[in-house]
């Protein structure tokens, strides 16, 4: 089963700045990589699939870029919705989860 | 308009066994390359990928729930059922189906999740 590490496990960014976050596979996923947004209480909501292909909806300050191992999920100007926490996950074989970052207002 | 709704017990207890419903519209489990699939999240922690279906029967489970899995489907009511079995109080979390697209296991579209309980 791939392990998905993702880092930092807090973020804390004012509104406004840059909030870059990281998933690294302990093999390679290709780019079979998802990025989720999670709010509590709401089901996880899809930003990124394909490692970098923006999901229907989804603003372009979120973009994803990697390949192999090591991806990273980028929100260029942090909105007030944006504070919630993100889990990468690799569909390359059996799909699995990071541990999740949780993004919090500084 | 593709929507999923989970059903089933909010308690159940230990040792007995769960069974999930997932009644989906917008989509037919039988257009080709289409799934369901079954993921958990205990309270406070990560999400974890349990059980896929796909349109041709073919079936997926997680290596480490594998023996207590059981996931079918029933085209004509648009329903994919989870079923685990030997419950403990560590599978205690929210249940969500979820709709599988054509290119790869990255869902769109959730249901709203059912909290279900192990407790005797």
């Known amino acids: 089963e791939i392990v998905m590490t993702q880092s930092p496990a807090t973020l804390s960014v004012s509104p406004g700045e840059r909030a870059t976050l990281s998933c690294r596979a302990s093999q390679s996923v290709s780019s079979n990589l998802a990025w989720y947004q999670q709010k509590p209480g709401q089901a996880p909501r899809l930003l990124i699939y394909?490692?970098?292909t923006r999901a229907t909806g989804i603003p372009a300050r979120f973009s994803g870029s990697g390949s192999g191992t090591e991806f990273t999920l980028t929100i260029s100007s942090l909105q007030s919705e944006d504070f919630a926490v993100y889990y990468c996950q690799q569909y390359n074989n059996w799909p699995t989860f990071g541990q999740g970052t949780k993004l919090e207002i500084k | 308009q593709i929507t999923l709704k989970e059903s089933g017990p909010t308690l159940v207890k230990p040792t007995q066994t769960l069974t999930l419903t997932c009644t989906f519209s917008?989509?037919?489990?039988?257009?080709?390359?289409?799934?369901v699939g079954w993921i958990r999240q205990p309270p406070g922690k990560a999400l974890e990928w349990l059980a896929l279906?796909?349109?041709?029967?073919?079936?997926r489970y997680s290596p480490s729930l594998k023996s207590r899995l059981t996931i079918t489907k029933d085209t004509s009511k648009n329903q994919v059922v989870l079923t685990m079995t030997n419950m403990d109080p560590v599978d205690t979390a929210t249940y969500y189906c979820a709709h599988i697209p054509i290119f790869g296991v990255s869902p769109y579209y959730w249901g709203q999740g059912t909290l279900v309980t192990v407790s005797s």
């Open positions: 917008g989509f037919s489990l039988s257009t080709s390359g289409v799934g």
């Open positions: 279906i796909y349109w041709n029967d073919d079936k």
């Open positions: 394909g490692a970098s």
